[in-house]
């Protein structure tokens, strides 16, 4: 649906965590009005019914997602499918009963268990500062010595610059590397190919007035070890919350130590 400039001025303005939810409202009431562009009287309108009735536009939890299934270049993995599967995770919860429950007052956006799911290190859907981030991630690894002439485009390709050349093989500094896979697609001998391939784990991020980015779980998860691990998040999040707050908020009262240790069965993961 078409905006107009004042329009498009305005819904920029909003913050980023429910512009999408917002400007899906919004065309949904111009569409009902017989508009077939969006103007800035009908975000007036929703702005003034969200300010006033915000607790039956609350759902309790929100999915969001990067632009990665739009034929992003820079995907390591896909995380359509694994959004879904969350979704439904979340909703079985009841997150909603659940936190009109504890929190005081009328629900908010920001009492919402938030999950953000980014297909490459690049973060686009900002999972760093959510309950649970999930960064797509392929993890190189040097499967025997390079042919040739040594091409070093592996070396070129990486912006965090963890490749080497050293005699006939790249070296891979695991300290440096993201796992975006970039130098796997750029290797033309398979040279370097995929260890392993799932999502990095972010948790207990959050904004607000005291914010903090989300505590890496080491490791690279499959989808399955995922939703086992965000069962484990929320089991722990319900039994901890007092009052609505962040998960964040919790792990920074009673320290994240004990959860992560339990997240990662008392062994590292292979893909870490």
Known sequence: MEWTKEAQERIAKIPFFIRKRVKKRIEEEARQGGAKVVALNHIQ???EKFLHQMEDEVKGYQVETCFGASGCPNRAASSEALAKKIEVKLAQRNMKAFLKEKAVGPLKFHHEFRVSLSDCPNACSCPQIVDIGLIGARKPQATKECPGNQCAACVEICPEKAISLEQ???????????????????????TLQESRQGFRIQIGGKLGRHPQLGRELPGIYSEEEVINIIDQCLDYYQQNSSKGERLGEILEQKGSDALFEKLMGGKKNDGG
Do not use: F, H, R, W
């Open 45 to 47: 309108s929703c702005q």
């Open 168 to 190: 006939s093989e790249p070296y891979i500094n695991q300290d440096n590397c993201l796992s975006c896979g970039k130098c796997i697609a750029v290797c033309q001998t398979e």
